[in-house]
């Protein structure tokens, strides 16, 4: 479930978000969007978890892929859908990962 | 709940873990993790989520902070001990924030 991303540099997209109460068919549509980001070019993995707030980070091998998959007309939809429906709110960051260190690696 | 953070550029730090099944003090640990945290200097928020895995994003205005973090010495007996009771994994990936879109910004 922690993502298993290879040697630096590459990307991270943090997906922060607040949820509305309304259910229609949001389980259906975040499987889909994880399902479909996977098939893009460039995809290297996925964290997710919610309680009050909701926190996805994706991984990306170079901007032009994080471009590339805001751009997907499935997933442009699915925001658009997102800000009437799913979401009070929400922030997307565009990261460099610059370290990284793990349970075995950190001193 | 998600955090309000200032122009860029600034920085990130994603902690994912996955946690074992002790519980002892691991809650009273975290919040006094975050209490310590908002109390360095360069320190811009925090927001975090679990449910199978946890995830916690920290933002700060620069590297330096981030290590000064890291080097606190309540925080590194808080890793230590997380190492040997709390957590199965984890992973902690340091990020700088190069763009930045929300709910009334993105297109």
């Not at 943090?14 to 499987?31: C, G, P």
């Not at 009437?84 to 950190?106: A, G, M, P, Q």
């Amino acid at each position: 479930m922690i993502a298993t991303t290879p040697n630096l540099p590459y990307y991270a997209v943090i997906f922060t978000s607040v949820r509305t109460e309304i259910d229609e068919n949001y389980e259906k549509m975040a499987e889909r969007m994880i399902e479909l980001a996977q098939l893009q070019k460039g995809f290297l993995g996925v964290e997710s978890a919610r309680n009050d707030i909701g926190i996805t980070v994706s991984y990306w091998d170079r901007l032009e892929s994080i471009s590339n998959w805001k751009h997907n007309l499935e997933h442009t939809e699915a925001r658009e859908k997102g800000r009437k429906l799913w979401y009070k709110k929400f922030t997307v960051r565009i990261c460099k990962v610059e370290r990284v260190y793990d349970f075995e690696t950190e001193l």
